[in-house]
């Protein structure tokens, strides 16, 4: 079984703090993914890396970076949080010849 | 325009009954098609993929029409376990671009 953990359930965080939410997976999975999900919005990507080091943008990527040090970990970096960064967000993974996506338990943060 | 739509809901069904999701996507190029389902303040996780010919898993059943970029699925005989939020979702290819669909809530009542 995958298994994609998130390093908190729910956080709240003030404008203008640094916030790294990290995910761990333990499947030896290439391609891991952070989006963000919003009420009416669906999930968005923020970005993605398909190997160590390696990272691309997803559709908002603005106001956040990534980073992959070791194949198992995926951390999204928050510089300075902001009240519209408050939102559910999501981890997941893929690897070999499926395209199922794994997903994190999510984190919820809040930004005030 | 949205590059996967679908059915806003939510549908609101008695027990028993059949109900159909539609989803439709822009990307002519795109390669695989997936159902996911989502509880309540949980993650996403795979319902099913979605091939050319159809497919059938127990009383769920998905569809693509490649020609008009529209994907459904049918879910008979329904169950209170079924009431969820249903993705759909679709990619290019290569297992990296995927594209969600806002979902559609199902609530299914006794």
């Known amino acids: 079984d995958v298994k994609v953990t998130q390093s908190s359930r729910y956080l709240v965080k003030r404008t203008g703090e640094k916030v790294f939410l990290e995910c761990v997976q333990d499947?030896?999975?290439?391609?891991m993914f952070w989006y963000r999900q919003d009420p009416g919005l669906g999930l968005r990507l923020i970005y993605f890396s398909y190997d160590v080091k390696m990272k691309e943008k997803g559709d908002i990527p603005e106001g956040y970076s990534v980073s992959r040090e070791k194949k198992e970990r995926f951390s999204l970096i928050l510089e300075s949080a902001s009240t519209n960064q408050t939102s559910m967000y999501l981890c997941?993974?893929?690897?070999?010849?499926?395209?199922?996506?794994?997903f994190g338990p999510g984190t919820r943060l809040t930004v005030t | 325009r949205k590059e996967v739509e679908q059915d806003p809901g939510p549908f609101n069904v008695p027990e028993g009954a059949t109900v159909a999701f539609n989803c439709t996507y822009s990307n002519s190029a795109s390669q695989s098609f997936f159902w996911y389902r989502q509880d309540c303040r949980k993650e996403p996780k795979l319902l099913m993929s979605v091939y050319s010919s159809g497919n059938e898993d127990g009383r769920f059943t998905a569809q693509l029409n490649r020609a008009s970029q529209y994907i459904s699925l049918l879910i008979r005989d329904s169950k209170l376990s079924d009431s969820a939020t249903y993705l759909c979702v679709v990619t290019g290819g290569g297992g990296q671009n995927f594209v969600f669909g806002p979902g559609t809530r199902l609530s299914v009542l006794p």
């Open positions: 499947m030896d999975h290439e391609n």
């Open positions: 997941a993974t893929t690897g070999g010849i499926s395209y199922e996506q794994y």
